[in-house]
């Protein structure tokens, strides 16, 4: 019997099958035509049109309006159709589908009974590539000369700021409510790494604590962002991107977590199985 029900999420109809070799449900989202056998954001209460903004999000909201009471397994995950839960870290994209099958995780064992959830291993965000400050960054760097050689100045509301638009994190926080706000903007100011890629598994009894989190939050701070003058790709994902940050910021504050590598693999790869 499965420990777990892990979803894996893609844009891409040809992955579906791919997918479940993996073991895994396969979630479409996006505008391409999936089979009836697939997970979907479209069906029942749903904010699938906003899906350039929240990406994965819109999955994760059909989830909790739709489907979440039905999830009868103990723990629930998440991965995408190019990131996956590792058992550990590898020196090589190079993988035959054999080997990606052995390496992710796709069932839970026995040494993470005492925990609550799974999250990425962190990323940090203060080693920017000097090239990539001269090119995107230089003249606020010139304005901060401090940041080019003290990295523990280049901070999660930083790296914020430069990526997704000055001072929108601030004006996001601020409409937190009142339980996690403080924190939240100490996470932001005092850290400078976080768990990726809006991956995690978790106790499928704490999912709807952070769904009725998440969702009000980011649903006022649609009235300041909108969704008309989002072009680029750092302020067009603005939703999803807010969401990665306090989902590290949330489980970590909350609950007992380890972490696990996150393996990049695209399974566009896998053309002829």
């Given at each position: 019997?499965?420990?777990?029900?892990?979803?894996?999420?893609?844009?891409?109809?040809?992955?579906?099958?791919?997918?479940?070799?993996?073991?895994?449900?396969?979630?479409?989202?996006?505008?391409?035509?999936?089979?009836?056998?697939?997970?979907?954001?479209?069906?029942?209460?749903?904010?699938?049109?906003?899906?350039?903004?929240?990406?994965?999000?819109?999955?994760?909201?059909?989830?909790?309006?739709?489907?979440?009471?039905?999830?009868?397994?103990?723990?629930?995950?998440?991965?995408?159709?190019?990131?996956?839960?590792?058992?550990?870290?590898?020196?090589?994209?190079?993988?035959?589908?054999?080997?990606?099958?052995?390496?992710?995780?796709?069932?839970?064992?026995?040494?993470?009974?005492?925990?609550?959830?799974?999250?990425?291993?962190?990323?940090?965000?203060?080693?920017?590539?000097?090239?990539?400050?001269?090119?995107?960054?230089?003249?606020?760097?010139?304005?901060?000369?401090?940041?080019?050689?003290?990295?523990?100045?280049?901070n999660l509301k930083l790296q914020f700021d430069l990526f997704h638009g000055e001072g929108n994190i601030d004006l996001a926080i601020n409409l937190l409510n009142q339980k996690d706000r403080q924190d939240f903007k100490n996470f932001m100011f005092n850290q400078n790494s976080f768990n990726p890629h809006n991956m995690f598994l978790c106790r499928t009894n704490l999912l709807k604590n952070y769904y009725e989190t998440i969702f009000p939050w980011l649903e006022k701070c649609e009235k300041i962002f909108g969704f008309?003058?989002?072009?680029?790709?750092?302020?067009?994902?603005?939703?999803?991107?807010?969401?990665?940050?306090?989902?590290?910021?949330?489980?970590?504050?909350?609950?007992?977590?380890?972490?696990?590598?996150?393996?990049?693999?695209?399974?566009?790869?896998?053309?002829?199985?």
């Amino acid at each position: 019997m499965k420990s777990i029900t892990f979803f894996c999420l893609t844009l891409n109809p040809n992955h579906e099958e791919t997918i479940k070799k993996l073991s895994y449900l396969p979630v479409g989202l996006g505008d391409n035509k999936f089979s009836k056998n697939c997970f979907s954001d479209k069906e029942g209460i749903n904010i699938s049109e906003k899906n350039p903004f929240y990406g994965e999000y819109t999955f994760h909201y059909w989830l909790w309006k739709n489907y979440l009471d039905f999830i009868k397994t103990e723990w629930v995950g998440f991965c995408q159709y190019r990131k996956f839960f590792a058992k550990k870290k590898v020196s090589t994209i190079n993988l035959s589908f054999s080997d990606l099958k052995n390496l992710v995780i796709t069932e839970k064992n026995n040494q993470i009974n005492d925990i609550d959830c799974i999250l990425g291993e962190k990323f940090s965000v203060s080693n920017y590539k000097f090239s990539k400050i001269i090119k995107k960054h230089f003249f606020h760097f010139l304005k901060n000369p401090d940041l080019f050689f003290n990295k523990r100045k280049r901070n999660l509301k930083l790296q914020f700021d430069l990526f997704h638009g000055e001072g929108n994190i601030d004006l996001a926080i601020n409409l937190l409510n009142q339980k996690d706000r403080q924190d939240f903007k100490n996470f932001m100011f005092n850290q400078n790494s976080f768990n990726p890629h809006n991956m995690f598994l978790c106790r499928t009894n704490l999912l709807k604590n952070y769904y009725e989190t998440i969702f009000p939050w980011l649903e006022k701070c649609e009235k300041i962002f909108g969704f008309s003058n989002l072009k680029d790709y750092g302020s067009q994902r603005i939703y999803g991107f807010l969401a990665e940050r306090f989902l590290s910021y949330w489980f970590t504050k909350n609950y007992k977590y380890e972490e696990l590598p996150i393996i990049g693999k695209d399974l566009s790869d896998y053309k002829n199985l």
